[in-house]
């Protein structure tokens, strides 16, 4: 759910601000990391957060102005660039002393986040190291355009969105994530082109390798046949359609790139069922996940 600021009057926040709040689904509580909230906020001098307790984990990035942040005993004084790991599990406080304050933050929760947030904090501390924290910043920025631009993801992508948050959290390499495998190049070009039919060929061009070589590599790196990894992708999309739209399975096929009796035929073979009843199950999930507990 996107969230106004013009209506919502938060202290000290800007009208100019957004956010999104996030209802996971119960797969998803139950096997994934999953985000809860993201938002990108201009601040006043009236600008303050104090909780002694709120579930998920917090990631905040600074990009203008100035936010103290007052936790686990220590005071830090955030400047553009900076970025701080909060387990908001614990008290916590933070505010701004100044107008023009402007930053993006994710909340996210699941599996064993909880867990490796504390072997996180406990190792380095909450405040992320200046070269992570750059990273960390330009892919939360990244995935709050996702959202702005309307986009959906599976459930398992949007984990392994937590997870490689979790990478910079962790000191990994900014320089070791900016350099892309030739996995992560094949799987952005489905995704760019994932409403229309992908060739063998136009893979191994991404991947700069001749069809056969890339055929045996992406095998033997993967356990996927090209066409299966595209295949599963789509069906990944797929799914978010039918869970997040209304649209006909009729257009759901076409805008996966599939004729609509061969979307039909893939989709029961991998999943048991049609898409329509698979849609209807998972419409009866969440209805129980939304009744009185």
């Known amino acids: 759910m996107r969230l106004d600021f013009r209506m919502l009057q938060e202290t000290g926040v800007l009208g100019k601000s957004s956010g999104y709040l996030f209802t996971p689904l119960p797969t998803a509580k139950d096997l994934y990391f999953y985000i809860t909230q993201i938002g990108h906020y201009y601040c006043t ?11 998920p984990i917090l990631v905040i990035c ?9 936790y686990r005993g220590t005071s830090s004084r955030l400047m553009a660039g900076d970025a701080i790991l909060i387990d ?16 993006y933050y994710l909340h996210f929760e699941g599996s064993n986040a909880h867990e490796i947030c504390q072997h996180i904090l406990n190792l380095q501390g909450a405040v992320v190291e200046k070269q992570n924290a750059a990273a960390l910043s330009a892919f939360i920025e990244k995935t709050m355009q996702f959202y702005e631009e309307g986009k959906t993801e599976t459930e398992f992508e949007e984990s392994l969105r937590v997870y490689e948050i979790l990478h910079y959290l962790h000191g990994g390499s900014a320089q070791d994530a ?12 489905i995704n760019e082109n994932i409403e229309r039919r992908i060739t063998l060929e136009e893979l191994a061009e991404t ?5 056969f070589h890339f055929s045996r590599r992406f095998k033997r790196d993967t356990g996927y046949s090209p066409v299966e990894y595209v295949n599963h992708k789509k069906l990944d999309y797929a799914k978010t ?12 096929a076409e805008r996966t790139g599939f004729s609509l009796k061969g979307f039909i035929k893939l989709f029961s073979q991998a999943e048991g069922m049609s898409p329509l009843a698979w849609r209807r199950s998972r419409q009866l999930d969440m209805n129980r996940s939304e009744g009185p507990e």
Do not use: N
Not at 90 to 102: C, Q, R, S
Not at 207 to 211: D, E, F, G, Q, W
């Open 207 to 211: 991947a700069s390798l001749s069809s």
């Open 62 to 70: 600074v990009k203008k102005g100035c936010l103290h942040v007052d």
């Open 178 to 189: 900016g350099r892309a495998s030739y996995i992560d190049q094949v799987t952005a070009y």
């Open 88 to 103: 908001c599990r614990e008290p916590h406080y933070y505010y701004a002393d100044m107008d023009g304050l402007e930053f």
């Open 45 to 55: 001098h009236a600008y303050e957060i104090r909780r002694d307790y709120f579930s």
């Open 241 to 252: 359609l039918l869970i997040r739209t209304e649209w006909p399975v009729s257009e759901i």
